[in-house]
T-cell receptor
């Protein structure tokens, strides 16, 4: 069964540095998402992406964050000037060719900011 | 944002059926009812979804009330591997994002 893959599984970064989290969505999916989960808290929506542009974003997704689909297979989340509170699990998800179809999640990247 | 209400936790014995309830009284007419689960140290996993009719797949069954204000996820024979947090969400109408609540923590006893 096709799956969403995320790299790296664990990223450790110094505060203030930039990080790029990478995702390879399921190949025929057209909708892409990023979520995050701070340790012990709920999964939170960050952003959705369709047709090469952001379709929806949360209040968390401010100017510090950006997303890109640089080629036909990768979907990336860039976090600039990382802060301690950015430490979390970041999950990528993708869904099919119509809004409302099930989202399929990767296993996440654990981001630790020191 | 559409809100759902679930019990914080439930317990089941292995190989017995489990009925996980969810209330979604403010669901819009175009929203689907989606269920996901999150096993420890893993990403959320899609379980099942439906609009009005009851649904079955290899993982579970979904029973939807006639007024669509509540639904029940049915695991027919719980296994230890089904121990997870189960999330019920309304999705697909006005918004294309999943709004996770605190879900139901299901414990399965051997």
């Amino acid at each position: 069964e096709p799956e969403v893959t995320q790299t790296p599984s664990h990223q450790v970064t110094q505060m203030g540095q930039e990080v790029i989290l990478r995702c390879v969505p399921i190949s025929n999916h057209l909708y892409f998402y990023w979520y995050r989960q701070i340790l012990g808290q709920k999964v939170e929506f960050l952003v959705s992406f369709y047709n090469n542009e952001i379709s929806e974003k949360s209040e968390i997704f401010d100017d510090q964050f950006s997303v890109e689909r640089p080629d036909g297979s990768n979907f990336t989340l860039k976090i600039r000037s990382t802060k301690l509170e950015d430490s979390a699990m970041y999950f990528c998800a993708s869904s099919g060719d119509r809004a409302g179809q099930p989202q399929h999640f990767g296993d996440g990247t654990r981001l630790s900011i020191l | 944002d559409a809100k759902t209400t679930q019990p914080n936790s439930m317990e089941s014995n292995e190989e017995e059926p489990v009925h996980l309830p969810c209330n979604h009284s403010t669901i819009s007419g175009t929203d689907y009812i989606h269920w996901y689960r999150q096993l420890p140290s893993q990403g959320p996993e899609y379980v099942i979804h439906g609009l009005t009719s009851n649904v079955n797949n290899r993982m579970a069954s979904l029973a939807i009330a006639e007024d669509r204000k509540s639904s029940t996820l049915i695991l027919h024979r719980a296994t230890l591997r089904d121990a997870a947090v189960y999330y019920c969400m309304n999705y697909g109408g006005a918004t294309n994002k999943l709004i996770f609540g605190t879900g139901t923590l299901l414990a399965v006893q051997p």
